[in-house]
């Protein structure tokens, strides 16, 4: 028999995929079967399809979503969680779909929070300001993705601060009462300090404030971010895995 897949699981993919909707103001949103597309501008990570978790993905639908990655000169990339994948590889397979990478998906509930966080942490007014810090702690080539959702309507976005300077970023969007963590980042000198529990904590009590019952968040798997969000109190719910036609 099979098990039920776990409703966080479910929720999850239902609020990600129409969570990309508010990509639209920035390219082109589409929707074939259960899958909901995105395409933010050239060249962008965000630039994907995610499965809501639904049945029925059919040749059509894939036939529709390469057109419209093509169009844009991009692969077709489309994310899964792991409760609604297996039905779908051999039709992936069959169409020239590979693994591309698999990220650890945690959910944590909104009923038990950690204590408020020991750092100073604050909400960033200003879009800019926030991804040029966002795009110090990620690296050179991420200041066009963290610009984006910087600007993506109903992003709340947090500032750490160590010692009266900023020392890390990070973001949450709600949907479907499911808090999106993402675009979490210390800044080069400060790792080691304790930002990414305080941008935790911070971020798991404004979900609350919002209304959220549930927090989620995905994570490289045995990296630092996943052994922080496991103190945090975040539970492994399941897997994002990410294909790409070759």
């Known amino acids: 028999m099979t098990p039920p897949v776990p409703d966080s699981l479910a929720r999850l993919a239902r609020a990600e995929a129409a969570g990309q909707g508010r990509y639209r103001e920035f390219g082109g949103v589409e929707r074939f079967g259960p899958l909901v597309a995105a395409h933010a501008g050239p ?8 499965h809501d978790g639904g049945a029925g993905l059919t040749e059509p639908d894939l ?3 390469e057109t419209f990655s093509a169009a844009r000169g991009e692969r077709a990339t489309l994310h899964v ?6 039905p ?4 992936l397979r069959a169409r020239g779909y590979a693994l591309d990478h698999v990220l650890h998906a945690y959910t944590h509930d909104l009923t038990h929070l950690p204590p408020p966080p020991d750092l100073d942490v604050r909400e960033e007014p200003d879009p800019d300001a926030w991804a040029d810090l966002a795009a110090r702690g990620f690296g050179a080539g991420s200041e066009g993705v963290m610009r984006v959702n910087a600007r993506l309507t109903g992003t709340r976005r947090l ?3 160590v010692e009266g300077v900023p020392a890390g970023v990070a973001a949450l969007s709600l949907q479907g009462g499911i808090a999106a963590f993402y675009s979490a980042a210390t800044l080069p000198g400060w790792r080691g300090r304790g930002v990414q529990t305080a941008l935790l ?3 798991l009590h404004l979900a609350a404030r919002m209304g959220a019952d549930l927090a989620s968040v995905f994570v490289t798997p045995e990296s630092g971010s ?3 969000v496991r103190r945090a109190g975040f539970a492994l719910a399941g897997a994002r895995l990410t294909f790409t036609r070759e």
């Open 81 to 86: 969680l792991s409760h609604a994948a297996p």
């Open 201 to 203: 904590a911070a971020r």
């Open 43 to 50: 060249d962008l990570p965000v630039n994907a399809a995610w």
């Open 159 to 161: 500032v750490a601060g």
């Open 88 to 91: 779908l590889l051999p039709l």
């Open 226 to 228: 996943e052994r922080n």
């Open 63 to 65: 036939n529709a979503f």
